[in-house]
């Protein structure tokens, strides 16, 4: 890996974005939501998607320049259509439609339909946070992992994710996979020529596989057996079913799918804490629970108790002050595509950085 300037890669992705028929300001959340997977420790969702992203809009399969609809709205709900936009800039904004609605109710829901994969949930739950909300959020995604007992794709890894603000300068993040392993890891496994551990994933035949590629044509498994299979299906009728999004094997497949939309649904719940508690105090609370934890006893050979969020907000910082780390080959593809929209490639390596 080599490290690159946040603002210089942020920058130069937005111009692709732009160069493909992003406005402006979306082409510029868009990076945002891409590098920042990167800077916090999370690659497979980060600036190495960038390729395909380009592809689908390219491919017209991603319109660029889409607006976000409202379809419904009762109250503090509103049913959202994302016009087969960017995934991330429309679910960016449809968290800015709820911010005030949260405000003055104290909880604001939201469902799209028509969208597309959105990247690390960890963007928005960080957004949220800063703005002293607590968001509950999940998605939908395409076919990857099977019903417990099964061996056929029938579920994305469905990930689901709950963000809290703290006082400690990060915001407390449960983002998690319903799968046993995020299906980016076995794609970056597969770029690599690499095997995955076993009990991650079955063949087309339902036979385990420690290979990436069977791997991906086959299923991954879910977390903790039923229990991730229960969490999956509720995420699916979430983001899926209430949202009017395709479901389970009607998702688009970001990569094997460059004839059809993907149509992935999102579900977004955020909660305004001064609802509930004067900020001073809930922030008084959380930190003191957290102080509690960290101060529990640890287990022989643990050098520290971590609460979530706190080792990629250490990855952020660090990453923010070395460079933020691109694989060589995401590089060469970021190259390829400036040169063909005529963007100049300025985003230098940081040099002397591990």
Partial sequence: MNRYPKEQL?????????????PADDAALFAEALVDADLHGVPTHGVSRL?????RIDAGLIDPKAKLAIDRRAGCVLAL?????????????????????????????????NSQHFGALSWY?????????????????????????????????????????????????????TSIVARG????????????????????????????????????????????YALALMVELFSGVLSGAAIGPDVGSMYKNLDRKQDVGHFFCLFDVK?????DEYLRRIDETIDRIKASKKRPGAEEILVPGERS???????????????PETMAEIDQWSSRLKVEFNCHEVVGQP
């Fill in 125 to 177: 739950c960080n957004y949220a946070a800063s703005r002293q909300m607590v968001l509950l959020s999940m998605t939908n995604c395409e076919p990857a992992m099977s019903p417990e007992g099964g061996y056929e794709a029938f579920f994305g890894t469905n990930p689901i994710a709950a963000s809290f603000p703290t006082g400690k300068g990060f915001p407390v993040k449960i983002d998690l996979s």
């Fill in 81 to 113: 259509d994302a016009g087969n936009g960017l995934g991330q800039v429309q679910a960016r904004k449809a968290l800015d439609l709820l911010m005030p609605m949260a405000s003055e109710n104290g909880v604001a829901v939201a469902t799209i339909r």
């Fill in 185 to 228: 890891n076995i794609i970056a496994a597969q770029k690599k020529n690499a095997p995955i551990p076993e009990g991650w994933a079955l063949d087309p035949d339902g036979n385990p596989t420690t290979n990436a590629s069977q791997a991906l044509l086959g299923t991954v498994l879910t977390m903790a057996g039923h229990k991730g």
């Fill in 313 to 327: 907000a250490r990855k952020a910082a660090i990453n923010d002050a070395q460079g933020v780390p691109v694989s």
């Fill in 275 to 279: 609802a509930f508690l004067d900020y």
């Fill in 51 to 55: 390729n395909i992203y380009l592809k």
């Fill in 10 to 22: 942020q920058s130069l992705v937005a111009q692709l974005a732009a160069g493909m028929g992003s």
